[in-house]
């Protein structure tokens, strides 16, 4: 059986009135006082649909979720800032994605001080307390294999983003 627009509209502002009533409640709670309006409310003094005090709390409603918005797409914005500036624009192909990844100075960075402590794990370990001690021994090979692996990855994402030709070519 169809709905008029009459029982329509009242089951909307029923709705929306029910919505409000749990705004203010909540708002109540978090506040820790209760406000003569929403006491209001509650003995179910509702005011007219249309009336002044009606539209103020429509406009509060609607002004607390454009807010919340508004922080939800800032924040948003600003990851899309960062991993923007670190992997580079979004624009152009996945090579040159690639390429402004490995550019990027953090990564520079990263890799600088991986082959630092790389280099001074290797001069460590030439000598004799490292061959003799089983633990230590292992640990030296499981940070050895771990840095391999980062290395590895690296010279991949190089040969994808500069290609073979210009990879080699490349005297650095």
């Given at each position: 059986?169809?709905?008029?627009?009459?029982?329509?509209?009242?089951?909307?502002?029923?709705?929306?009135?029910?919505?409000?009533?749990?705004?203010?409640?909540?708002?109540?709670?978090?506040?820790?006082?209760?406000?003569?309006?929403?006491?209001?409310?509650?003995?179910?003094?509702?005011?007219?649909?249309?009336?002044?005090?009606?539209?103020?709390?429509?406009?509060?409603?609607?002004?607390?979720?454009?807010?919340?918005?508004?922080?939800?797409?800032?924040?948003?914005?600003?990851?899309?800032?960062?991993?923007?500036?670190?992997?580079?624009?979004?624009?152009?192909?996945?090579?040159?994605r690639a390429k402004n990844f490995m550019q990027n100075e953090t990564v520079q960075c990263v890799l600088i001080f991986m082959i630092v402590a790389n280099s001074i794990l290797m001069g460590i370990a030439t000598f004799d307390f490292v061959d003799d001690d089983p633990?230590?021994?292992?640990?030296?090979?499981?940070?050895?294999?771990?840095?391999?692996?980062?290395?590895?990855?690296?010279?991949?994402?190089?040969?994808?983003?500069?290609?073979?030709?210009?990879?080699?070519?490349?005297?650095?």
């Open positions: 059986m169809p709905i008029s627009a009459a029982a329509a509209t009242n089951a909307r502002r029923q709705a929306n009135d029910r919505r409000v009533e749990r705004y203010d409640l909540f708002h109540k709670q978090r506040s820790g006082h209760c406000s003569g309006r929403s006491a209001r409310f509650r003995q179910g003094q509702r005011p007219a649909p249309r009336s002044g005090e009606y539209v103020k709390k429509q406009k509060r409603v609607s002004r607390v979720g454009e807010t919340a918005l508004k922080m939800r797409s800032s924040f948003a914005e600003s990851a899309r800032k960062s991993a923007q500036k670190i992997l580079g624009s979004s624009e152009g192909s996945y090579r040159s633990f230590i021994k292992d640990h030296f090979e499981l940070v050895d294999n771990i840095l391999l692996f980062f290395f590895t990855v690296e010279l991949a994402i190089n040969l994808f983003a500069y290609g073979l030709y210009d990879f080699f070519r490349d005297n650095w």
